[in-house]
Nanobody
Framework: QRQLVESGGGLVQAGGSLRLSCAAS????????MAWYRQGPGKQRESVAL???????IYADSVRGRFTISRDNAKNTVTLQMNSLKPEDTAVYYC???????WGQGTQVTVSS
């Protein structure tokens, strides 16, 4: 069974950092692009970052320079390092496999001002 499980969310003050992890099972992240999305209160789900199978990365304008997506093929995990967090980054963050059409359950990130 293919599954994505996120972890690492929490409450942090503005300017702080968090590291989200996405553990994949039943699929290999090394051969497929992986992405992070988020959905803030009252907002639509939006793309945050994507990493291709070759390691190229794409970021939303709102997070470029602050967030870094990476992958560990040996551990079959994808990580989102979030620095200089802002209150507007508050959202539920989801891991996504575009190729397998799978979503994780989400992890809450709350940034206080």
């Amino acid at each position: 069974q293919r599954q994505l499980v996120e972890s690492g969310g929490g409450l942090v003050q503005a300017g702080g950092s968090l590291r989200l992890s996405c553990a994949a099972s039943g699929l290999s992240i090394s051969i497929a692009p992986m992405a992070w999305y988020r959905q803030g209160p009252g907002k639509q789900r939006e793309s945050v970052a994507l990493i291709t199978s070759t390691g190229n990365t794409i970021y939303a304008d709102s997070v470029r320079g602050r967030f870094t997506i990476s992958r560990d093929n040996a551990k079959n995990t994808v990580t989102l390092q979030m620095n200089s967090l802002k209150p507007e980054d508050t959202a539920v963050y989801y891991c996504n496999s575009p190729s397998y059409h799978i979503w994780g359950q989400g992890t809450q990130v709350t940034v206080s001002s």
